[in-house]
């Protein structure tokens, strides 16, 4: 190793910690800044690492044909930290990967204090790094600190972006009427740890819909300040009022689309369904899926009670909204995630313009790999652009998308998605020389980006070891 390359990492979250994990496995001697709890954050509740602040879900676990499965499958092959944690605290959640989350942000915070090439400090950056520290990863997440965030554009001149993210509730399940309310997965399907009847569902009748989008609509909301009433949601994280202000039936057609459920309760179909998901290993919380919100608490209390089997809901924690920040990555940003202006300093996680757990976790495995890379004098080659690490790192760092003109967009956040990939003839017959059909080709072009995917990758853990 070079003399005087400790790798310092600013934040412990699942970026950080899994920079860290990795930078540390390969060699590399590791200094993690954690400002929790000397102070706390808008979000987080514990001094945890890895805490997880809104959904408990890791999202599909589908590594043939989901992008974000196969992003698990890619973390996994890589020696992933936050995917071993979550596989070993998952719960029952249906097709998708979902954790108890304060098993799980202990499982992170035991395996990272025990690593013997990890020193942990408990304090607070509020500045660019020290220019000594010449291998640093900035991983603060999207809620930043406003004095870091203020020196980052003041050496870079460009104005950090932002957006909202909301919290989704979570309530106890020993107050849902289970007279009204039932388990059962979308379709009876199968996930990690499941038995296909893992969410528990609450059915609407149109009325009773017609009643709770009124609710919803004219419930108290989150006052903005002034300087937050320019800055967009992400649309893939939606609060649950704003979705229902665009149009009555567009909750029918999101969280609460009925399909794929029968209600052993009733011998009507449902018009529409509210699904709870598991939130811990005891199986005695349960988040509601896809309910973000910026209602106010005591309204939240009401419209919450207006759905069917949860008239005397009891809420272990209520919804909320926090200002997202993130910077201009592809703009700031090299190929290896280095500050343009300041190549010693690295970027990872949502900050980076990424969103979602396991992405925000993946760009930390990119930042610590490519930190331990310089660290050790090693080599510092890029992922596959056809496996979905390299195409969340292409997206962040080439990431400004055309408007079909040649003129660029904003941007913005992004969740992993095929659409990131490079393009993949679709395959004209299945395996047994069959043509294929119809909404099978979609399938089967997915399932051969996947297979391309993690054949790609394959060189590029075996020389990166």
Same mark, same amino acid.
């Given at each position: 190793?070079?003399?005087? @390359?400790?790798?310092?990492?600013?934040?412990?979250?699942?970026?950080?910690?899994?920079?860290?994990?990795?930078?540390?496995?390969?060699?590399?001697?590791?200094?993690?800044?954690?400002?929790?709890?000397?102070?706390?954050?808008?979000?987080?509740?514990?001094?945890?690492?890895?805490?997880?602040?809104?959904?408990?879900?890791?999202?599909?676990?589908?590594?043939?044909?989901?992008?974000?499965?196969?992003?698990?499958?890619?973390?996994?092959?890589?020696?992933?930290?936050?995917?071993?944690?979550?596989?070993?605290?998952?719960?029952?959640?249906?097709?998708?990967?979902?954790?108890?989350?304060?098993?799980?942000?202990?499982?992170?915070?035991?395996?990272?204090?025990?690593?013997?090439?990890?020193?942990?400090?408990?304090?607070?950056?509020?500045?660019?790094?020290?220019?000594?520290?010449?291998?640093?990863?900035?991983?603060?997440?999207?809620?930043?600190?406003?004095?870091?965030?203020?020196?980052?554009?003041?050496?870079?001149?460009?104005?950090?972006?932002?957006?909202?993210?909301?919290?989704?509730?979570?309530?106890?399940?020993?107050?849902?009427?289970?007279?009204?309310?039932?388990?059962?997965?979308?379709?009876?399907?199968?996930?990690?740890?499941?038995?296909?009847?893992?969410?528990?569902?609450?059915?609407?009748?149109?009325? @009773?819909?017609?009643?709770?989008?009124?609710?919803?609509?004219?419930?108290?909301?989150?006052?903005?300040?002034?300087?937050?009433?320019?800055?967009?949601?992400?649309? +893939?994280? %939606?609060?649950?009022?704003?979705?229902?202000?665009?149009?009555?039936?567009?909750?029918?057609?999101?969280?609460?689309?009925?399909? +794929?459920?029968?209600?052993?309760?009733?011998?009507?179909?449902?018009?529409?369904?509210?699904?709870?998901?598991?939130?811990?290993?005891?199986?005695?919380?349960?988040?509601?899926?896809?309910?973000?919100?910026?209602?106010?608490?005591?309204?939240?209390?009401?419209?919450?009670?207006?759905?069917?089997?949860?008239?005397?809901?009891?809420?272990?924690?209520?919804?909320?909204?926090?200002?997202?920040?993130?910077?201009?990555?592809?703009? %700031?940003?090299?190929?290896?995630?280095?500050?343009?202006?300041?190549?010693?300093?690295?970027?990872?996680?949502?900050?980076?313009?990424?969103?979602?757990?396991?992405?925000?976790?993946?760009?930390?495995?990119?930042?610590?790999?490519?930190?331990?890379?310089?660290?050790?004098?090693?080599?510092?080659?890029?992922?596959?652009?056809?496996?979905?690490?390299?195409?969340?790192? +292409?997206?962040?760092?080439?990431?400004?998308?055309?408007?079909?003109?040649?003129?660029?967009?904003?941007? @913005?956040?992004?969740?992993?998605?095929?659409?990131?990939?490079?393009?993949?003839?679709?395959?004209?017959?299945?395996?047994?020389?069959?043509?294929?059909?119809?909404?099978?080709?979609?399938?089967?072009?997915?399932?051969?980006?996947?297979?391309?995917?993690?054949?790609? %990758?394959?060189?590029?853990?075996?020389?990166?070891?």
């Amino acid at each position: 190793m070079k003399e005087n @390359q400790t790798i310092h990492i600013i934040g412990a979250g699942l970026a950080g910690s899994e920079a860290a994990w990795q930078a540390a496995n390969a060699g590399a001697n590791i200094v993690l800044h954690e400002m929790r709890p000397l102070r706390p954050t808008e979000a987080h509740e514990t001094d945890g690492f890895a805490e997880l602040v809104c959904s408990n879900s890791f999202r599909s676990d589908d590594a043939e044909s989901n992008a974000v499965g196969l992003l698990h499958e890619e973390m996994r092959r890589a020696g992933s930290l936050i995917m071993r944690e979550a596989d070993r605290h998952q719960v029952p959640a249906g097709g998708a990967l979902a954790v108890d989350r304060v098993a799980f942000s202990e499982g992170v915070t035991r395996a990272i204090s025990d690593h013997a090439n990890i020193e942990i400090r408990r304090e607070v950056i509020e500045t660019l790094p020290p220019e000594e520290w010449s291998n640093v990863i900035i991983a603060t997440g999207p809620l930043t600190a406003p004095p870091l965030a203020q020196a980052i554009h003041n050496l870079t001149g460009e104005d950090a972006l932002a957006f909202f993210d909301a919290i989704a509730p979570i309530l106890h399940k020993d107050s849902i009427n289970f007279d009204v309310a039932w388990f059962q997965s979308r379709y009876d399907k199968k996930g990690p740890g499941g038995d296909g009847a893992d969410y528990i569902n609450c059915a609407m009748d149109e009325e @009773q819909y017609s009643a709770f989008i009124d609710a919803l609509i004219t419930g108290e909301k989150t006052e903005f300040k002034d300087w937050e009433k320019s800055t967009p949601y992400f649309e +893939g994280c %939606l609060p649950v009022e704003v979705m229902a202000e665009r149009g009555r039936e567009t909750l029918r057609f999101g969280p609460m689309k009925p399909v +794929g459920l029968t209600n052993p309760n009733s011998d009507k179909r449902p018009y529409a369904v509210v699904q709870l998901r598991q939130d811990n290993a005891l199986g005695t919380l349960y988040n509601m899926v896809g309910f973000q919100t910026k209602l106010k608490y005591g309204a939240q209390t009401n419209v919450w009670r207006m759905i069917p089997g949860l008239e005397n809901a009891e809420f272990a924690r209520l919804g909320g909204i926090h200002r997202n920040t993130f910077i201009n990555s592809p703009k %700031l940003l090299d190929d290896r995630l280095r500050l343009k202006a300041r190549p010693s300093t690295r970027f990872a996680g949502q900050i980076t313009g990424v969103e979602g757990y396991l992405e925000s976790a993946a760009v930390g495995l990119l930042a610590g790999r490519f930190a331990a890379q310089d660290a050790c004098a090693g080599s510092s080659n890029a992922p596959p652009e056809t496996s979905a690490l390299g195409a969340l790192l +292409g997206h962040i760092t080439r990431g400004h998308l055309s408007d079909g003109a040649g003129a660029k967009k904003t941007f @913005q956040p992004m969740n992993i998605n095929f659409g990131l990939f490079p393009d993949i003839a679709t395959p004209r017959n299945d395996a047994e020389g069959r043509r294929i059909k119809g909404k099978e080709k979609g399938r089967a072009k997915k399932r051969a980006l996947s297979r391309r995917a993690l054949d790609d %990758l394959a060189p590029w853990l075996e020389a990166s070891k």
